[in-house]
């Protein structure tokens, strides 16, 4: 894995496992992850899918082929498509992009399933002590933290080839604005990463 690779990790795959792991998954069970096509995402639904569930991942039209590609079993284009009219029920939804109303997607979640919120917002926010009470649903909110047995088991999954990281451009230091004004765009498929030049560090030991 090159430097750019690994510098995704600690973001998007640290985070996702932060938030998998609170959602309990036994294997066969079945995941829905809302805004699977970006940084946490694209982990969340490959550590989904080696913790043995079966993974339903909702993002826009253009990163469907890469969410099948990382190993999703199903694609919803939320641009076409309501997952919470699919009649299907899911055991986890990991909204990742906080526009799960927690209300609407109530009947798509199993009796005892949970809410994974990373991103949450304010209807989600002052909603979620309500749905607490009102069913026996989980709902997670939290800050992502990590550990270096994380990495360590993020590694691991890499080293073995059962873990890869999605970038889609790649932007030296000094053009980093138009890199923010690309992810603003909405259009970022995975990651996008900043390359660091030898020049650009004021570091004599940094070897890369
Ligand atoms: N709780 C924590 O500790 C923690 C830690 C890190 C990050 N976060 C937060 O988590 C969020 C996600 O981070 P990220 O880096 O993975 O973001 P990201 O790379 O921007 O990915 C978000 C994805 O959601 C998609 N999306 C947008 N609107 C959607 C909708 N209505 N339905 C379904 N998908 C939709 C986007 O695609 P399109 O634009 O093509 O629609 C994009 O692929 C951020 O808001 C970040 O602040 C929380």
Redesign the pocket.
Known sequence: MSYEEAATVP??GR?AL??LRLGHIQPGQKMLI?????????FAVQLAKIMGAEVTA???T??LDMLKSIGADHVVD??KEDFNKNGVVYDVIFD?????SLADSADSLTPDGAYL????LRGQILRGPWHRWRSSHRVV?????GTVEDLVYLRDLIEAGKLQTVIDRRYPLEEIVEAHRY?E???????VVITIAHDDIDNKGFEA
């Open positions: 973001f998007g985070d932060h938030f809302n805004g699977a096509g970006g940084s946490i995402g694209t909702v993002d826009s253009a990163k939320y641009t990742v992009v906080g526009t799960v919120l990373a991103n949450p909110m939290q800050t992502a933290s992810v765009t909405g259009a970022k498929i995975g990651n």
